[in-house]
């Protein structure tokens, strides 16, 4: 009752705790609910554990607090609940720990808004990485590592174009989360790195119009890539369409 809730907020722990839990998106209603009734200790991570799997989702989110501090309202008005970070935890938890032929990933999809139905149906496993990469993103905004999936994930390339008669050279930048390597002639990753980066001779009808030259002229156009990200997404490009056909083809 009243007696158990006056004392875990005179609990020397109380502020560090909810700001712990705030920040990855817990309101204070919910951590409020959790320090009364799920039995854990003042542990931050054990109540986080105890409100994504057992807190009825019923309990108000705004439930009245002592004097609240300008930095705790403000965490309070972010009322998205980012789970997907912890659910990627338990996943890896349970893969390196449990002893079992294989664990279920519902709880994760269902945490970046994939329902029942869209697991049993067969995803591209690069579009699956960039959905994952994107909610987690958007989950971790306004925590301390907001930025982290870009720094760890995102590189930078050039996309390069020469005019073979002037040779002015102008160039693109982009940025990239993973790398769509070809796989067609290529008998290692080293190979499908060198086709990735080759050059293609602009000619004939493909010429390229050159505004220092004002005319059509014969180019040459190319991939650099001029910073890699710490961790380098490779994804193998096993289709090429089929212009003729007007199909993919493996």
Request: glycine fraction near 4%; charge should be negative.
């Amino acid at each position: 009752g009243d007696s158990e809730k006056k004392t875990f907020l005179q609990h020397p722990m109380y502020d560090a705790i909810c700001e712990k839990l705030m920040e990855v998106g817990l309101s204070r209603g919910r951590i409020h609910y959790a320090m009364e009734h799920s039995g854990c200790s003042m542990d931050a991570e054990s109540l986080m554990f105890w409100i994504f799997d057992s807190c009825p989702d019923d309990v108000p989110e705004d439930e009245p607090e002592p004097e609240p501090k300008a930095e705790d309202v403000k965490q309070e008005n972010r009322t998205k609940i980012r789970r997907i970070p912890i659910r990627l935890r338990e996943l890896f938890a349970q893969l390196q720990l449990l002893d079992a032929s294989s664990v279920s990933t519902d709880k994760l999809t269902e945490s970046f808004g994939w329902k029942p139905n869209d697991v049993r149906i067969q995803q591209d496993i690069t579009e699956l990485n960039r959905v994952l990469c994107d909610a987690l993103s958007k989950s971790l905004e306004g925590t301390s590592v907001g930025n982290l999936v870009a720094k760890l994930y995102s590189g930078k390339l050039v996309n390069k174009l020469k005019c073979r008669k002037c040779e002015m050279e102008r160039d693109r930048e982009e940025v990239f989360e993973d790398l769509m390597l070809p796989v067609k002639g290529c008998d290692r990753l080293e190979d499908s790195f060198a086709e990735y980066v080759s050059k293609e001779v602009l000619e004939g009808n493909n010429q390229y119009f050159c505004e220092n030259c004002d005319c059509k002229v014969d180019a040459e156009r190319w991939t650099a890539l001029r910073e890699l990200p710490p961790i380098l997404t490779v994804c193998l490009c096993r289709f090429n369409y089929d212009w003729q056909r007007g199909k993919r083809t493996k």
